[in-house]
């Protein structure tokens, strides 16, 4: 069953919520699992894979947030939406609206004992596989990443402070 583009962050939520991972103390397996779950929905109104439509990330890092809650570190994963809004695809200049639906989690500063806190922000690159297998494997390889750098595995096994979904125009 697929879902119209802009009630993807409410079914991601539906996952997460169904999977316990939203809201309270959250398991960063049961949301990695959530997203595993939401990133196979085939969703309405997304552009062809030529225009790279539909696509997943990982990004980490330390922010600031401009407010009285200063630094945090940060570890996010999410799916990436070309959308094609009814825009006259005859004009040269036409590109489709990027959208991106996001959890995110956030950590205390010393969520990770013993290693570094993850100062420089990264990313592990847009995979845009097709959903099925191909995206299956595109997923585990994305959380190996994680798995393989000290300072995200430790966060994963962290609790975070905070998490929310997100569904805000990508730049």
């Not at 009814?86 to 590109?95: E, H, L």
């Not at 959890?103 to 990313?123: K, N």
């Amino acid at each position: 069953m697929s879902i119209p583009w802009r009630s993807s962050a409410a079914e991601f939520e539906r996952i997460l919520g169904r999977r316990g991972a939203l809201g309270g103390v959250c398991d960063m397996e049961a949301a990695w699992g959530a997203f595993e779950e939401f990133a196979q929905v085939p969703v309405e109104g997304v552009a062809g894979p030529e225009e790279d439509g539909d696509g997943l990330i990982v990004q980490w890092g330390t922010w600031d947030r401009g407010d009285r809650d200063g630094t945090y570190s940060g570890l996010s994963f999410g799916r990436q939406l070309a959308v094609d809004e009814g825009a006259d695809r005859s004009d040269p200049y036409w590109q489709p609206g990027y959208w991106q639906v996001e959890f995110r989690a956030r950590f205390a500063d010393d969520a990770a004992p013993g290693h570094q806190p993850v100062i420089a922000g990264g990313d592990s690159g847009f995979d845009f596989a097709a959903l099925g297998a191909p995206r299956a494997a595109a997923l585990a390889a994305l959380r190996r990443l994680v798995d393989w750098e000290p300072a995200l595995s430790a966060l994963w096994r962290a609790a975070p402070v905070s998490v929310e979904v997100t569904l805000d125009q990508a730049c």
